[in-house]
């Protein structure tokens, strides 16, 4: 099974061809395709993460052959005369770092695919889209090679583009817009970057210019006069050209996670995003920016990453406190929570700033964590604004009396939220803080006050998630459409618990054995912080 | 004796006659006679610039060889006239456009 | 001194079990029958408490036992999880997992007809299963844990009626506030860790320990882990300081414990009184060799300060339930206080008998409450029953709890015979041996604490007077059901000296005294003499002023109208502060931040987006108007030359003439005259 990885992505591209070619007579049928090959490629990340070989030997990070499940083919080899041969890939491989988030993305598609049995138009295109989204962000987290990374990082906007724009809310093609340019803004900038390392990068076992992300990685492979040289140190407009093409890379993967002030996409995406799209959005596409900022920005530029760990931490912390702070404000139910997600990722790039083992550990735990809690926060909003389409948190009153069951899954997702010890993301949060704390007397790059001011975060989000549950839940049942509104208000259904139950019982199991994921990228980490401070 | 330039004048004021009928008379008999007016224009300046030539008669000849010729251009021109008559009912050359394209 | 033999291994294991009961009674009444009654629960709480018992006396002045197991690795550390039995947390272990049995035993009748009763099992399960944890942990992050999980729990409890808008209020306010105190003991443990690399309690704060072994050089504080400025050794005290006081209701986060009276009367007797709170005294005890001298400064002043101002404020409230509220805070100040002044022992024999008197008194109280409250429903009378002004005359028709409450109440006002005059007087000697070497605000601490046990022994028999002496107003109310009178007589039981020492006036010889050391002070022999007495004379004439002023029923002590009778009754107006300056600037803040958000980021996006467009629609104007406008203007003269020259060809003979004319003549021109 050594091509595994290409199964796994390029499984959901075949469903979604085969969906395609269906007649539309089956068009019920394709939700359960979907869901099937969301079940299929959740199995084989569970094989993967069973045979993760945790060793110090597989870390994986700069060198190649630490890397686990190697594919790498010939793809793209081009005579380009006197500029040399060009020199494409297809190189998939993981490591800690990567495989955490494949299962994590079997897992929140499966909840997607559960969440999208509310899309009633289009149903052909809306599953081949789907699928085709899976299919890049699981090519993302595998690739190796840049040119083929970028291919799938461009192939996701796409899907999400048509799905936000036409099966969402009122304001959907503004919302599509927004966040399609926002993030092609990014991405269109990150392409310099990848053709000035392209040009700057030699494979030392061919004498090629190369787009392997791990060669980039050795400052040995830099021609000596290029551009990204550590030894050249060359200067464009005044700055070093490796800060710059590193802050260039971290605003392109930023703008994803999103980090204070790119983050305005969010809130409308979300909003007019229908409930699957706003799960995957949240569960995934956040992380691949988190993903990237590991993978590439600090990975390829550890010096400028050290040089800018200070500025890097400040944004974690005024992401942490103006999110929270914001999400304090809103008086939409889903605005909330995708104000929440930027409060939390802040968290992630407080712990990457950091530098230390313990942050870095908890900032991908809390990129795991966050995953599967987001996107049971809005599976949950999108089961109430499917029965009544309202989202508005002054509409409703005393919900606990009328759904219970959905009630105590709101209160788990929302305590584990909040960080509750017990649930992942607390330790991830705490650890993410703990790191930050220490990272001046290990490595001297964050001041203590940082992490100081990050844990108001966690302050913030118990007053926002908790005068949410007060005002909507507790109470006296009043709602805005009365009596309607109460025959719709049906409790969880048996597909919706198949949705939350594994979600809630992720959250529990990271926050209680966080070794199921430390474990098995502690390895990474370790080189990852060896090859960042060294 | 008569300066060369006398004959001269009147000869060009024979033409510009002749050309003025030409261009503007409205009925092609007119304008026929405006070409007779500029032909004995051309006859009258012979006759007279014949005198200064060594060859005695050059001009006399050419003379009568131009009345000739005009008189045998009128009666094709009348020919044509009468032709254009009966094609188009009229011989006002404005009205008879034909040419254009 | 070991009273039971039994091997490391099976302490673990019973202490694990101890622990895991009540965690089966909250998942099994959660996820199981709604109606399944209080016996399994009970029947878990059982066993714990017996278990418990038998750790205790297996542990109880032995050596500790501290067996872990690795819990994750995290880079080249890692981190363990474990138990820390020692005098400490057996202690807490009996005195949790007994007060909790007792509270389950009262909840069967007062709990008795509530809808969602299976909840509150489950619940209380949950909070017994944290306290337990929290006390037996044997690591910061446990610790902390457990911590706010016990915090957690309350917030289910105190807002267990939910459908109470003022329950629903209290729950959050106690669990933000409690989470205030939460980033205080984050910050403690973050600083613990960078300093000493490790969360293993007994590695820190043993004798010896990471801690001990510490120094401060030239204003640095080294460890052999790490250093950093000594200021982050005081502010590793404060913070873990923090902690406690949100936990254990201190001076200036208080005020959620009043609110939390919302919640059923038993959750308030155990989480709020006896239990819980006692959390933030337990913390300190904890990490007591932290504690350096600006620490414990802070902590004396602010315990003080908290029994000073809790005891007036509880002077003039009405409420029976925010009345023990307000004491409970007070008595916490106590402890908290004596921890301050280095008397540990004493502040955790405090605790311990505090434990089972307010324990007691909220029992008690809830007693009165819960038949008043039948009372009310059965005659469908409107009126507040926890209202002490409108009860009166109740000791004829409940003599058992007016007994009990009698008993409870001079154990709080620590009258002789009592277990609170040992430890209350325990604690006033220390605190006065302790001033003798001090000087100035020092001086001033146990003559403040003495005026405030004073005050403790006026409002408690201003409230035992008014609900019981007097007239009775009440016809046909009738004593408590036999479980609940059952507990209270138990609970009273407890309450004398017998349990902690066999001489009702020494102090010394008080078994949970001897369990721990405190630090040394200076001992006066006539303190130990002069101060019971001068203190316990005094009480007794409070309780009779009170007696002559309130036996009326009808009589007020204070007017109304005075500033500091309304001072004390708003509750030094910290409410009304913390609203003003706190909650309304924060929503203020929150908005403003909104606002921020949608006018200035992204408005400062789609102004991005609105230019773009704008800088498009010019370009489109230039594209259409002067791009595309060039060409078409060749093409446009092209086309106009070719008309004109049309014209020129109209077919006319004498037109054409003309032309040819003119051009003969222009070009005669041209090359003649020019």
Redesign the interface.
């Known amino acids: 099974m050594n091509n595994i990885l290409s199964i796994l992505i390029f499984l959901p591209l075949i469903a979604a061809l085969a969906i395609i070619l269906m007649p539309s007579g089956f068009k019920e049928r394709f939700k359960y395709i979907a869901l099937g090959t969301s079940v299929v490629q959740f199995f084989i990340t569970i094989v993967i993460y069973i045979n993760f070989n945790t060793s110090a030997a597989f870390a994986g990070i700069n060198i190649e052959s630490q890397f686990q499940l190697i594919e790498k083919v010939s793809w793209i080899r081009l005579d380009l005369g006197s500029i040399g041969k060009l020199e494409i890939d297809y190189f998939l491989g993981i490591d800690g770092m990567s495989m955490p988030f494949l299962m994590l993305s079997a897992l929140v598609m499966f909840v997607a695919t559960l969440a999208s049995w509310e899309i009633k138009t289009n149903l052909k295109a809306f599953f081949a889209l789907l699928l085709l989204l899976n299919t890049a962000v699981m090519g993302v987290f595998c690739s190796l090679d840049f040119f083929l990374f970028y291919i799938f990082y461009e192939l996701m906007l796409l899907p999400l583009y048509f799905l936000i724009g036409m099966w969402g809310g009122v304001r959907r093609e503004y919302a599509a817009i927004k966040f399609f340019l926002y993030t092609l803004f990014g991405s269109v900038f990150m392409l310099l970057i990848i053709i000035g390392l392209y040009f700057s990068v030699l494979n030392p076992a061919t004498g090629n210019h190369t787009f392997n992300m791990i060669l980039m990685m050795d400052p040995g492979n830099y021609l000596g006069s290029s551009i990204f040289s550590t030894v050249a140190n060359q200067n464009v407009l005044g700055i070093s050209a490796r800060l710059l093409a590193f802050i260039v890379l971290f605003i392109a993967f930023a703008i994803k996670v999103p980090i204070v002030p790119f983050h305005t996409w969010l809130p409308d995406a979300h909003v007019e995003a229908p409930t699957p799209v706003s799960i995957i959005l949240a569960g995934l596409l956040l992380k691949v920016g988190g993903y990237g900022i590991l993978r590439v920005c600090y990975s390829i530029f550890p010096d400028a990453a050290i040089q800018s760990a200070w500025w890097i931490g400040l944004i974690g912390v005024i992401s942490i406190i103006y999110g929270a702070l914001n999400a304090l404000a809103q008086t939409d139910l889903k605005r909330l929570i995708a104000y929440s997600s930027v409060s939390h990722m802040g968290f992630v790039i407080l712990g990457i700033a950091s530098g230390t083992t313990e942050g870095v550990s908890g900032a991908m735990l809390q990129m795991i964590s966050h995953g599967g809690l987001s996107a049971m926060l809005f599976f949950l909003v999108g089961m109430l604004y499917n029965r009544v389409h309202d989202r508005e948190i002054a509409n409703f009153r005393g919900l606990a009396l009328v759904m219970p069951q959905f009630t105590a899954f709101v209160m788990i997702a929302f305590f584990a939220s909040l960080g509750l010890p017990g649930f992942s993301a607390f330790m991830a949060e705490a650890f993410s803080l703990i790191g930050a704390f220490t990272s001046q007397d290990v490595n001297g790059l964050l001041p203590r006050w940082m992490a100081i001011g990050g844990s108001v975060g966690i302050l913030l989000s118990a007053a926002y998630f908790l005068w949410t549950l007060q005002r909507m839940f507790f109470g006296i049942t009043r709602l805005k459409g009365g009596d309607e509104w109460l025959s719709r208000l049906k409790d969880v259904s048996v597909r919706e618990k198949f949705a939350l139950v594994p979600l809630a019982v992720l959250a529990l199991a990271l926050g209680i054995f966080p070794s199921l994921i430390f474990n098995k990228m502690n390895a990474s980490v370790l080189a990852f912080i060896e090859m960042i401070s060294g | 004796m008569i300066p060369i330039s006398h004959f001269m004048l009147i000869s060009a004021a024979l033409f510009c006659i002749g050309l003025y009928a030409v261009l503007t008379k409205r009925n092609a008999i007119q304008v026929l006679i405006g070409i007779e007016f500029m032909i004995n224009a051309a006859v009258l300046n012979f006759v007279a610039l014949g005198r200064l030539d060594k060859f005695a008669g050059g001009g006399q000849m050419f003379a009568l060889f131009a009345i000739v010729l005009a008189a045998a251009g009128v009666a094709v021109a009348l020919a044509i006239i009468l032709n254009v008559y009966k094609h188009f009912r009229t011989i006002n050359p404005a009205k008879i456009d034909t040419l254009k394209d | 001194m070991e009273l039971l033999e039994l091997s490391d291994n099976n302490l673990f294991l019973l202490s694990l079990a101890a622990v895991a009961f009540p965690l089966l009674s909250f998942l099994i009444v959660l996820f199981g029958k709604k109606n399944s009654g209080p016996a399994f629960p009970i029947l878990n709480l059982s066993v714990s408490f017996i278990i418990s018992l038998s750790v205790f006396l297996a542990v109880w002045n032995a050596t500790p036992v501290h067996p872990q197991v690795e819990?994750?690795?995290?880079?080249?550390?890692v981190y363990k999880a474990g138990i820390l039995l020692n005098n400490l947390s057996v202690l807490m272990m009996l005195l949790v997992s007994g007060i909790s049995l007792l509270v389950h035993i009262y909840s069967i009748s007062y709990m008795k007809g509530d809808g969602n009763i299976h909840k509150y099992w489950a619940y209380l399960g949950l909070f017994c299963f944290s306290m337990m944890g929290l006390v037996i942990t044997d690591s910061l992050?446990l610790l902390?844990?457990?911590?706010?999980?016990v915090g957690?729990s309350s917030?289910l409890l105190i807002?267990f009626w939910?459908?109470?808008?003022a329950?629903?209020?209290a729950?959050?306010k106690a669990?933000?506030m409690n989470?205030?105190g939460?980033?205080g003991f984050?910050?403690g443990?973050?600083?613990i860790?960078?300093q000493f690399g490790t969360f293993d309690l007994v590695a820190l704060f043993d004798s010896g320990g990471l801690v001990d072994s510490s120094s401060i050089i030239d204003s640095m504080w080294i460890s052999s882990h790490?250093?950093?400025p000594v200021v982050?050794l005081s502010t590793a005290g404060l913070a873990f300081f923090i902690g406690a006081i949100a936990k254990s209701a201190q001076f200036p986060l208080h005020t959620w414990l009043p609110d939390a009276m919302e919640g059923p009367t038993s959750v308030s007797s155990l989480i709020h009184a006896a239990t819980m709170v006692a959390a933030g005294v337990f913390l300190l005890g904890r990490v007591y060799p932290l504690f350096d001298s600006i620490s414990l400064n802070v902590i004396t002043i602010i315990g003080v300060l908290t029994a000073f101002m809790a005891a007036t404020i509880a002077m003039t409230q009405n409420d029976i339930k925010r009345i023990l509220a307000y004491s409970t805070i007070s008595q916490l100040g106590f402890m908290v206080a004596a921890m301050g002044i280095g008397a540990y022992g004493e502040s955790l024999f405090h605790l311990t008998t505090h434990a089972f008197f307010k324990c007691l008194l909220f029992l008690a109280a809830g007693a009165v409450i819960h038949q008043l409250h039948h009372y009310k429903e059965h005659h469908q009378l409107e009126f507040d029953h926890q209202d002490i002004r409108l009860m009166g005359g109740l000791r004829k028709q409940m003599p058992l709890a007016f007994l009990t409450m009698s008993v409870s109440a001079a154990a709080l006002a620590g009258l002789p015979l009592t277990s609170g005059f040992l430890s209350k007087d325990a604690l006033l000697i220390s605190s006065f041996e302790w001033a003798q070497g001090y000087h100035g605000f020092k001086k001033l601490v146990p003559y403040i604490l003495t005026l405030t046990s004073w005050l403790t022994v006026f409002y408690i028999a201003r409230l035992i007077i008014k609900v019981f002496l007097g007239k009775s107003r009440f016809e046909g109310i009738s004593e408590v059901p036999s479980a609940m009178s059952t507990v209270l007589i138990v609970l009273a039981c407890c309450s004398f000296f017998l349990l902690f020492s066999i001489n009702p006036f020494s102090f010394e010889s008080s078994w949970v005294l001897r369990g721990f050391s405190s630090a040394g002070v200076k001992r006066f022999e006539n303190m130990h003499l002069t101060v019971p007495a001068i203190v316990n004379i005094i009480s007794i004439v409070i309780i009779l002023v009170a007696f002559k002023l309130y036996r009326k029923g009808e009589a007020k002590a204070f007017s109304d109208r005075g500033f500091l009778y309304r001072f004390s009754n708003n509750a030094w107006y910290f409410d009304n502060a913390y609203n003003l300056l706190f909650v309304s600037s924060?929503?203020r803040?929150?908005?403003l931040?909104?606002r921020f958000?949608i006018l200035i980021?992204?408005g400062?996006?789609n102004l991005i987006?609105r230019l773009m467009n704008m800088l498009s629609g010019i370009s489109d104007w230039f594209d259409r108007n002067i791009v595309d406008g060039l060409v078409n203007g060749i093409a446009a003269f092209a086309g106009k030359a070719g008309k004109f020259s049309r014209l020129f060809?109209?077919?006319?003979?004498?037109h054409?003439?003309?032309t040819m004319?003119s051009l003969v003549i222009t070009f005669f021109i041209i090359t003649y005259f020019i």
């Open positions: 819990w994750f690795t995290l880079g080249t550390k992050l902390y844990m457990f911590w706010e999980l957690f917030y807002g939910f459908t109470k808008e329950a629903s209020q729950a959050k669990f933000i989470r205030i939460d980033l984050l910050t443990i973050m600083i860790y960078t790490s250093q950093m982050w924060l929503e803040l929150s908005h931040s909104s958000d980021i992204d400062l996006v987006a060809q109209n077919g006319k003979l004498q054409y003439l003309i004319v």
